[in-house]
């Protein structure tokens, strides 16, 4: 991965789950299943829609604010034994990485911001075979409040070294769009997370593509066509 090197250049934020790699319905089957380990029946719809948020939100959203939070650890680490078994056929979207590539081909710094955990970002960032092509990566551990509290595209703009001004976030749930905006930054969505355009568009997604190849395959007239100062 390459270093930053200026606050005039441009970055683009990816969010990964859902946008980059194809995993939002396993999370949701871990949760799932997770949750009903220790007594929650939760509808898969439900947790669906509550993926893309960091595990504190989600667990607020799902059980409501005033649940027994002395349970959130068993339930996450429940999750994470669950979602591992997974880890070994984890698949980047179809043209993920070569969107990645080419962002950095175009003078983009490409940094990869994650609700995942460190080591589950590490099995998707070595999935994905594009280091490459990014510059810095951050993940639930970098941040006190994950999305869609905007702490997580702060962080991936202090590891760029870029402001808000100069970087746009690409994410597949109304939570990244929520925290670009709060963050003062653009966003573009995808669909392949399971949310449909109206509703990334309400959160803020200025555009919003099928996936991140149709994204890729019009990423001229797109707002990653270059960044600020390249076009």
Do not use: N
């Not at 390459?2 to 790699?21: I, K, N, R, Y």
């Not at 568009?201 to 100062?229: I, K, M, W």
């Amino acid at each position: 991965m390459t270093g930053p090197e200026s606050a005039q250049d441009g970055a683009v934020l990816f969010d990964v789950d859902g946008t980059l790699m194809d995993t939002v319905y396993l999370h949701t089957v871990a949760w799932w299943e997770a949750l009903r380990q220790h007594g929650h029946r939760v509808t898969m719809a439900r947790i669906h829609r509550g993926i893309g948020m960091g595990s504190d939100h989600l667990l607020d959203a799902l059980l409501g604010e005033d649940h027994d939070h002395d349970e959130d650890a068993d339930l996450s680490a429940a999750h994470d034994a669950l979602y591992g078994q997974f880890w070994s056929r984890l698949a980047p979207l179809p043209g993920a990485s070569q969107l990645l590539r080419a962002c950095a081909g175009r003078g983009w710094k490409v940094v990869l911001a994650s609700s995942a955990k460190g080591p589950e970002a590490e099995v998707m960032i070595r999935a994905l075979d594009a280091d490459a092509a990014i510059t810095a990566v951050t993940t639930a551990d970098d941040v006190s409040s994950s999305k869609p509290a905007p702490d997580l595209v702060q962080q991936a703009l202090e590891k760029a070294g870029v402001p808000a001004g100069r970087a746009v976030f690409v994410g597949d749930a109304a939570w990244d769009a929520e925290a670009a905006r709060k963050a003062g930054v653009r966003c573009l969505g995808v669909l392949t997370g399971g949310w449909t355009r109206q509703e990334l568009t309400d959160a803020g997604a200025e555009a919003v593509y099928e996936s991140p190849a149709e994204l890729l395959d019009r990423l001229d007239g797109s707002a990653l066509a270059a960044p600020p100062g390249r076009d």
